[in-house]
T-cell receptor, first 115, second 113 residues
């Protein structure tokens, strides 16, 4: 079956612009996570959805970052007024439920470059 | 989640067994130990998870001593395709936990021919 997909694979934007990153999780997975990975570092947690609701958004760096999952499936990470420091690979993962006993399946990521 | 410490990098040769040790001195009673693998330009991939003693699957083995303050991921007979970053994570199972993963820097394994 299909894994987690993310679009676009690459996004180049200018400082100050707005971007949207999309994640299609594995069908039937109720838990969805967003992570951000800078070069040479491990992924950093951003936000967790259980169904349609954001159950834990403690990793969002500031109010320029926002994510939605309106129908409990596809999720969109939105970044307003992008800054050069936002450049990173944004990873999405899904699992059957929100528990560490459930393996998380990661997508290939979206590489965001802010010029 | 418990802080983990693992070597930044390791080198090996094809056909050798590779052991990567992770320290987690502050591991709590309910914490499980999980390892993920990440290839360049890909998202991390689950390898193995355990609580105590030894766990083995088709990919690797995980050895956990009685005090659980460390764990060792063992990769038998590595090949060039095992070149990747390996992350050790420690966290809590059970209901009420969000399942969010806290990654460290990981261990970059380079397998040479």
């Amino acid at each position: 079956g299909a894994g987690v997909s993310q679009t676009p694979s690459n996004k180049v934007t200018e400082k100050g612009k707005y971007v949207e990153l999309r994640c299609d999780p594995i069908s039937g997975h109720t838990a969805l996570y967003w992570y951000r990975q800078s070069l040479g570092q491990g992924p950093e947690f951003l936000i967790y959805f259980q169904g349609t609701g954001a159950a834990d958004d403690s990793g969002l760096p500031n109010d320029r970052f926002f994510a939605v999952r309106p129908e409990g499936s596809v999720s969109t990470l939105k970044i307003q007024r992008t800054e050069r420091g936002d450049s990173a690979v944004y990873l999405c993962a899904s699992s059957l439920s929100g528990s560490l006993s459930n393996e998380q399946f990661f997508g290939p990521g979206t590489r965001l470059t802010v010029l | 989640l418990a802080k983990t410490t693992q070597p930044i990098s390791m080198d090996s040769y094809e056909g050798q067994e590779v052991n990567i040790t992770c320290s987690h001195n502050n591991i709590a009673t309910n914490d499980y130990i999980t390892w993920y693998q990440q290839f360049p330009s890909q998202g991390p991939r689950f390898i193995i998870q355990g609580y105590k003693t030894k766990v083995t699957n088709e990919v690797a083995s995980l050895f956990i001593p009685a005090d659980r303050k460390s764990s060792t991921l063992s990769l038998p007979r590595v090949s060039l395709s095992d070149t990747a970053v390996y992350y050790c994570l420690v966290g809590v199972h059970g209901s009420g936990n969000t399942g969010k993963l806290i990654f460290g820097q990981g261990t970059t394994l380079q397998v040479k021919p």
